[in-house]
């Protein structure tokens, strides 16, 4: 099992950056690919970008494809979001996921870890 610890949400103006990590532990991290996902009140957790075991392999939400980058550094356990040119509609509780193998998928049921989640608010 993989222990998920999310951090550096916070408030921030339109078009404004954040750098999200995700610390884990209590397994191997470099056998699960990774992925972030968002949530916002009223509505259901979606993709956001995902990340393979070795960090070659990425994929992107339509909507945040060119101003989000995941990236990861296996030798400190750790997966990251920057996030560029925030937009109020990015705001929503953001969270973590791992899921053991190579594939790299963008749908909430293919993982099994789960952060506590980490919240973005973005003022106009």
């Known amino acids: 099992q993989v222990q998920l610890v999310e951090s550096g949400g916070g408030l921030v103006q339109a078009g404004g950056s954040l750098r999200l990590s995700c610390a884990a532990s209590g397994s191997t991290f470099s056998g699960y690919a990774m992925g972030w996902f968002r949530q916002a009140p009223g509505k259901e957790r979606e993709f956001v970008a995902a990340?393979?075991?070795?960090?070659?392999?990425?994929r992107y939400a339509d909507s945040v494809k060119g101003r989000f980058t995941i990236s990861r550094d296996n030798a400190k356990n750790t997966v990251f979001l920057q996030i560029n040119s925030l937009k109020p509609e990015d705001t929503a509780v953001y969270y973590c996921?791992?899921?053991?193998?190579?594939?790299?998928?963008?749908?909430?049921?293919?993982?099994?870890?789960w952060g506590q989640g980490t919240q973005i608010t973005v003022s106009s």
């Open positions: 990340i393979s075991r070795s960090g070659g392999s990425t």
């Open positions: 996921a791992a899921r053991f193998g190579l594939a790299v998928f963008t749908i909430t049921r293919e993982y099994g870890y």
